[in-house]
């Protein structure tokens, strides 16, 4: 008889989120983002300047006649804002808006790593911060090569 292995709702939970992931460094830490949303990886170029959009929208760019939004991930996560460099650069990555419709945005980051591959035992579900805390953007904790 065949055996019937019923997950948690924490397992279950962790096995979706099993994959590659770009990895890539705000503020001497690591962070990662799936494979599959990433577009492209571009330089730091001109943004122009949007009127009246939150302090973390940098403006827009021109990505070979599309107009993309950008976020600079440092404000988004209130860190401190630094020059910019060579390693900084926008990842443009797919996401989805209004109950689904997708769009380009593109992302500043101090600078890209590496893929990485995690299995289903190398990410741990998100921790709860208090509720005073928004973790929605944390979809998990992954560990890889004995960081977190």
């Not at 404000?75 to 689904?100: L, N, P, Q, R, W």
């Not at 945005?105 to 208090?130: C, Q």
């Amino acid at each position: 008889m065949p055996q019937v292995e019923t997950l948690t709702e924490e397992q279950r939970s962790t096995d979706d989120l099993a994959g590659m992931y770009l990895t890539f460094d705000l503020d001497q830490e690591h962070y990662g983002i799936g494979i599959l949303t990433v577009r492209e990886i571009i330089g730091i170029t001109e943004i122009t300047k949007v009127p009246r959009t939150p302090s973390f929208v940098r403006g827009v760019i021109n990505l070979r006649g599309k107009v993309i939004p950008v976020i600079d991930m440092r404000a988004k996560f209130d860190m401190d804002s630094i020059e910019y460099d060579k390693a900084t650069c926008i990842i443009v990555v797919e996401a989805t808006v209004d109950g689904g419709r997708p769009i380009e945005i593109g992302v500043i980051v101090d600078g890209v790593d590496e893929v990485l591959n995690f299995t289903a035992s190398d990410i741990e579900p998100s921790p709860s911060l208090g509720a005073a805390i928004d973790t929605q953007f944390i979809l998990g904790i992954g560990k890889a090569n004995d960081q977190v």
